[in-house]
């Protein structure tokens, strides 16, 4: 399969960054082909609403970031959506991503296959974004593959939630 991570968080050496990266070794150690996109890092802004993409009928009509994305997705059997909870939802980036969905055919990505890995400051924490994202995933007619979240400590990279990320992708 080919595996694209949507990582949320734009902090390089942290720990949706690293859980993203252990699953990706679980995932490869499978024979699967894995791409990260640190979308955190990425200049990309929300849908206008502007119904360019479907009016005019050639993709998205904002020239950002997004652009590199795109054929990612398009290529993509399965999206890891890896994110740091801020304010109990998605990162402010990767919301923005998701809401470029419209732009693609059908106003979905052809994976068939999704999963969620969310880090946070507190427990629970969680059911707005586990509530949009399997709701997402129900519209997109795709299966949830899992769900995995961790809380607490600033550095959560222990070796006991990097070996569950890994086995998690390892479990694909
Ligand atoms: C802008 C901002 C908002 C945050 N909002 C929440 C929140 O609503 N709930 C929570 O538990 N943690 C919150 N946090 C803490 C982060 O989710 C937490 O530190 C997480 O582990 C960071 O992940 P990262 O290293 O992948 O960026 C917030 C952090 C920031 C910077």
Redesign the pocket.
């Known amino acids: 399969m080919r595996i694209v991570i949507m990582n949320g968080?734009?902090?390089a050496n942290?720990?949706?960054?690293a859980?993203a990266d252990a699953f990706r070794r679980g995932a490869e150690s499978k024979g699967h082909e894995v791409e990260t996109l640190n979308i955190?890092s990425m200049k990309i802004n929300g849908c206008i609403g502007c119904e360019g993409c479907h009016n005019l009928g050639k993709g998205c009509v904002q020239n950002d970031d997004m652009q590199k994305v795109y054929p990612a997705l398009e290529d993509a059997d399965m999206i890891v959506f890896a994110?740091?909870?801020?304010?109990?939802?998605f990162?402010g980036q990767l919301e923005s991503a998701i809401t470029r969905f419209y732009a693609m055919s059908g106003m979905k990505p052809k994976a068939r296959k999704y999963a969620l890995i969310l880090?946070?400051?507190?427990?629970g924490?969680y059911d707005g974004i586990i509530s949009q994202y399997k709701d997402m995933v129900k519209y997109f007619g795709a299966l949830d593959a899992g769900i995995k979240t961790?809380?607490g400590e600033?550095d959560?990279k222990t070796k006991d939630n990097l070996d569950s990320m890994y086995e998690f992708g390892a479990s694909i």
């Open positions: 968080s734009g902090r942290g720990n949706s960054r859980f955190g994110s740091a909870v801020h304010y109990w939802g990162t880090s946070s400051g507190s427990e924490v961790v809380a600033c959560q």
